[in-house]
């Protein structure tokens, strides 16, 4: 599975330069009556810039330097559509949640949630009563120099790079120099059930004078109750939300509680699974590794990836055989032995699933019809070989619009129990905004499993926005933070990599250097530099390329990584 590395430099060259703060293109002059300067190719945007693309407007929503294919429509991880040339008037929406976090005899400090449409705005404005007093950047401020025991207005409005503000929030009052002091922290919440659109929590009461308590998602507040238990509804089905509770009363909020997590009911991914899971692939070609039959791949591996299915000259239709190679490198094993071994790898608990496409493989999946030929092909081949699900490994381009289609059609033929996972490359999965990453989003609900491949990749940047190299622990969990905080659950995240020297050109890393990065992920121990700002007790386990190289290597990779994922919680 080798890698698109020219691809991934540069990417990641691109993404360095806005790190280091290069300046932004000169403006095209090219029609002076665009609003805006016309999109181009090889320029760098920051954040906020606006240009027009097609007689359209877009607002840069993450910095990068842009690449020919990168065109605004075609990447809404980095353009917001602001609608036709000519400039946006649009006002952004009204800020709510105003309230009051704390007093003095001398101040009043508020917080509010950002406007839905945060992306264009820039700033906010704060009134007291009819005067505004300052315009800040986030979502809080501290209005000092006030008059004690004297009672205050507040109302806080967005406004937008173009000069466009809303309409004012609902409005809050405060007293300096009243109340007793903030409340005391409320204790840790806990989950105490959950629907397919609803997540419901309890915790203790905080010490002090308490008014109430408020429930926040991020700074985004979710619920308000007096006692201490509250549901937080109108939630995605099999959706993970992190919540934390503080208590408040006239002075103020108290701190935060420690933060609980929660995934909504529906989710359905495939059948048969331990929480824990090692993923393998088995070579049907002959390669330097060491050929196997599949008798021969150990109970360790939880799921078994048959690589691979390949293209016919249908479009979207998927062919496999037991190559005749490997057969006679095996001493002669037939269809019927290989046949017979995936029933008895079953058997004994491991699942068997056929991974489609590879460095080599051309499988394309662009249109209704060629997504249907794709369900139906790879249904009918999981029927001969008793196969029990697929992998998608496309790394020459995929649709995720068609693609979805193509394994909704295959969920509906085959049935709840169907696996389903994907492993695609690292710039396959750098933003939520990517073909990859939007696939696995648009059937987040029956997917089982991401297996990123963590190598063939040079360097690339992690969920905090630096730089960082293949093979450390580093890499991968500032990687995997990625997709675990841009809407995978950790239950559908694992860790791919090479099962030792021979397999890949690059990234190659201990086994120990797995267990420290699931390690680092599922506890915050063993981490690098790179320390994520929450723990992922759910999350999969590793996939490696290959069964094969892991048999070359002594079975270093599968006999200790296996053992280590029965210690996760």
């Known amino acids: 599975m080798n890698k698109r590395l020219l691809s991934a430099v540069l990417l990641a060259l691109g993404l360095c330069l806005a790190g280091v703060g290069a300046g932004p293109a000169p403006a095209s002059a090219s029609s002076a009556a665009l609003a805006y300067a016309a999109w181009a190719p090889n320029t760098y945007y920051a954040t906020g810039t606006r240009v027009t693309y097609n007689g359209a407007d877009y607002e840069c929503i993450q910095a990068h330097t842009s690449l020919t294919g990168w065109e605004p429509p075609n990447v809404p991880a980095l353009w917001k559509a602001l609608g036709s040339g000519g400039g946006d008037t649009t006002a952004p929406s009204v800020p709510v949640g105003l309230r009051v976090t704390a007093t003095t005899s001398s101040s009043v400090s508020l917080a509010w949630n950002a406007s839905t449409d945060d992306v264009g705005v820039t700033g906010y404005q704060v009134y007291r009563g009819a005067q505004l007093v300052t315009t800040v950047t986030g979502t809080t401020y501290t209005d000092g120099g006030l008059a004690s025991g004297t009672a205050y207005s507040y109302t806080v409005r967005a406004r937008d790079a173009a000069g466009n503000v809303s309409a004012a929030s609902a409005a809050v009052s405060a007293t300096t120099g009243a109340g007793t002091g903030t409340p005391g922290q409320p204790g840790a919440p806990t989950v105490t059930g959950s629907t397919d659109t609803s997540i419901s929590l309890s915790w203790t009461a905080a010490s002090g004078t308490v008014t109430g308590y408020r429930v926040y998602e991020g700074t985004t507040q979710r619920a308000q109750v007096t006692g201490t238990t509250a549901t937080i509804g109108s939630l995605g089905a099999c959706t993970t939300h992190t919540y934390t509770v503080r208590a408040y009363n006239a002075a103020g909020e108290s701190a935060a509680s420690a933060a609980v997590t929660g995934t909504t009911t529906g989710c359905s991914s495939g059948g048969g699974l331990p929480k824990h899971i090692l993923t393998g692939y088995w070579h049907n070609f002959v390669n330097p590794a060491v050929e196997l039959k599949l008798s021969q791949v150990p109970q360790d591996y939880d799921v078994v990836a048959i690589a691979f299915g390949e293209a016919t000259t249908t479009p979207g239709q998927v062919t496999f055989a037991l190559d005749p190679g490997l057969s006679t490198a095996l001493g002669g094993y037939t269809e019927a032995q290989f046949k017979a071994d995936v029933q008895a790898l079953r058997q004994r608990g491991q699942k068997v699933i056929l991974s489609v496409g590879g460095e080599a493989g051309h499988v394309q999946v662009s249109s209704a019809g060629a997504a249907t030929a794709f369900a139906n092909s790879v249904y ?190």
């Open 380 to 569: 009918s081949i999981m029927q001969t070989y008793g196969f029990d699900g697929v992998d998608i490994d496309l790394e020459n381009g995929l649709n995720a619009t068609y693609m979805a289609q193509a394994l909704r059609e295959l969920r509906t033929k085959a049935g709840s129990g169907l696996i389903i996972m994907m492993a695609p490359q690292t710039i396959d999965m750098q933003s939520a905004g990517m073909e990859y990453f939007t696939l696995a989003l648009s059937v987040k609900d029956i997917l089982t499993v991401v297996n990123m491949q963590y190598y063939n990749s040079g360097a690339m940047l992690g969920c905090d926005q630096k730089v960082y190299s293949q093979g450390s622990v580093d890499f991968i969990t500032a990687l995997a933070c990625i997709q675990l905080e841009n809407g995978l659950r950790p239950d559908q995240v694992g860790l791919g990599l090479p099962a030792g020297p021979g397999a890949a050109g690059g990234g190659v890393v201990s086994p120990g250097t797995v267990t420290s990065a699931l390690n680092c992920l599922a506890r915050r121990t063993n981490c690098g530099s790179f320390v994520p700002s929450r723990t992922y007790p759910d999350i999969r386990g590793a996939m490696t390329w290959s069964i094969n190289w892991d048999a070359a290597n002594n079975w270093n990779f599968s006999r200790t990584v296996k053992p280590f994922l029965a210690t996760l919680p």
